[in-house]
Structures are given as structure tokens and as C-alpha cells.
């Protein structure tokens, strides 16, 4: 029996013994001998079937509230049937409190919280293993970019808003599929690496692209498609192990959650499974 299917059986025989009201719930859970907490997001209608989970993370100095408001990802839960996890950010980077250990410095282990939350909301919902997903805004996209690397074996795609990385040291065990979304005017997590990007800020987006599309196998052309004035979507589809990636950038764009952008990472996450 495959690692995922095992997986998904415990889980939904963990579930039958554990009771989640629908909705939104703040969740505490020991990860690493810190306690640590979540946001879960329950959809409406949950009735014990095996269903999706996202992870969701806040960018730096925010918390899980500041995410749902900025990414509707409750009312898009309930619209769609999938549960979302919205973690809260502990360790200290060098600009803000409340962020994420994205470069693996010393302190908090947030790729250890990660799988922590995944484990803990298995045990208290059906969750299908194969439909398990990451998307995060700024610190969270960071975030997010070395859980894609990390966490390859237990996710099936991820979707960093407005700071897509590469982490240093990546070798992820498979390639996972990935969406990212950028502003060329972003004025934090900057387009291209200049002398004036933030300490945390590795490298610019090209290059993230480029080290990603190698690590996932994929072809050199990319399929280009103006969305709107200035909205360009870019897809490399032919990646390894059918995984692709895509990329929207907007010219004008700052650092900001773009419009639509939920509801194109869900459809993104619905293509894509273990």
C-alpha cells in the first residue's frame, strides 16, 4: 500500500473519533516543545468525507485573522468544500516579529509546525492526503517556498503570493507544481534583487523561477498569455511527474494580494495531486 494511501486511511479513522464544528475554531497543538496555535476553517457541510486541506500563511508581523480577511479563503472553503488551516507565525526575522523561519535560521522550526498542523488536523478531520496544499502572502510566500521544497512529500502543489523563493539548500524528493504571483513594482519583497532588498530577501523572482523550473525538470519555453493590460501569465506545463509552473506578473502591481488571485490558486490546487 503507497504512503499516501496508508496515509489517508488513519486519517479518516482518526477522524471518526474526533468531532470539529464547522467553521472557524483557533486550534493549540505542542510542535518541537513549543506550543504553538492555528486557525482551522471548517466548510460548511462537512460531514466526516474525506476533503482537501490549505495551509495558509499570514505574511510577517500579521496573524491568521489579517489572512482570512486578505485571502477570503473561508467563504472560498465553503464555497468549494475544502478546510484551511491558518497557521500563526512566531519566530523574529530581521524586520518584523510574528514571521516565519523561511531561511532556516536559528529558532523556531516552522517547517516541523507545518507538518505538526497538517498531522493535527488529519486527527480531526477526514483529510485527503493527495489534496494537501500551501499558499502564503509575503513572509508566508517565503514560507510557503521552502515548505514546497521541504514538504514535497506531503504536498501536492503550492502557491506563494508576492515573495516566491528558492530556498537555500532546496532538493525537494519530488517536483511539486507551483504557482506565484508578483508585482514588478513591489517595494518589499522587490522584483529584482537590488542593495536596498530586505536581509531576508535572497534573490530576485527570475532567478527563483529559473532554480525552480530546473529542480522541477521542466521544458526552457514558456507559453505567455497577456491576462489584462499588463497582466502577464507565464506556464511552463511540461515539468516532471506531470507538475508544472505558472507565474502572473503585473507590471504596476506592489506589494499586495492581487484580485482573483484565491480563486485562481484554488482552481491551480484542483488540477494537482499526490
Not at 100 to 113: E, K, L, S, T, Y
Not at 205 to 230: F, K, Y
Not at 246 to 268: L, T
Request: glycine share 8%; net charge negative.
Amino acid at each position: 500500500m503507497s504512503v499516501v494511501a496508508t496515509l489517508a486511511i488513519l486519517a479518516a479513522s482518526a477522524a471518526a473519533t474526533a468531532q470539529v464544528a464547522t467553521g472557524r475554531s483557533l486550534q493549540t497543538i505542542v510542535s518541537g516543545g513549543v506550543e504553538r496555535s492555528y486557525l482551522l476553517y471548517v466548510p460548511e457541510g462537512y460531514a466526516g468525507r474525506a476533503i482537501p486541506l490549505v495551509l495558509n500563511f499570514h505574511g510577517s508581523g500579521g496573524v491568521p485573522e489579517n489572512q482570512i480577511a486578505t485571502s477570503g479563503f473561508d467563504e472560498l472553503a465553503d464555497r468549494e468544500g475544502f478546510a484551511v488551516a491558518f497557521p500563526a507565525g512566531l519566530f523574529a526575522n530581521t524586520v518584523s516579529e510574528r514571521s516565519w523561519n523561511a531561511n532556516v535560521d536559528p529558532g523556531v522550526d516552522d517547517v516541523r509546525f507545518a507538518r505538526d498542523v497538517i498531522d493535527d488536523v488529519s486527527a480531526k478531520l477526514a483529510i485527503d492526503a493527495s489534496r494537501v496544499y500551501a499558499t502564503g502572502f509575503s513572509g508566508g510566500a517565503r514560507m510557503t517556498s521552502r515548505l514546497a521544497c521541504e514538504l514535497a512529500d506531503r504536498l501536492a502543489a503550492a502557491a506563494p503570493v508576492a515573495g516566491l523563493q528558492y530556498p537555500d539548500g532546496c532538493t525537494p524528493v519530488r517536483a511539486v507544481s507551483i504557482l506565484a504571483f508578483h508585482g514588478k513594482a513591489d517595494r518589499v519583497n522587490q522584483y529584482e534583487l537590488t542593495g536596498s532588498s530586505r536581509p531576508y530577501w535572497h534573490m530576485g523572482v527570475e532567478t527563483a523561477l529559473a532554480r525552480w523550473r530546473e529542480a522541477n525538470g521542466c521544458a526552457s519555453d514558456a507559453q505567455v498569455s497577456e491576462v489584462t493590460t499588463g497582466l502577464e501569465l507565464r506556464v511552463w506545463p511540461s515539468c516532471s511527474n506531470g507538475a508544472e509552473i505558472r507565474i502572473y506578473v503585473d507590471a504596476d502591481d506592489d506589494h499586495v494580494w492581487p484580485q482573483g488571485a484565491s480563486e485562481r490558486i484554488w482552481s491551480f490546487f484542483e488540477q494537482h495531486s499526490l
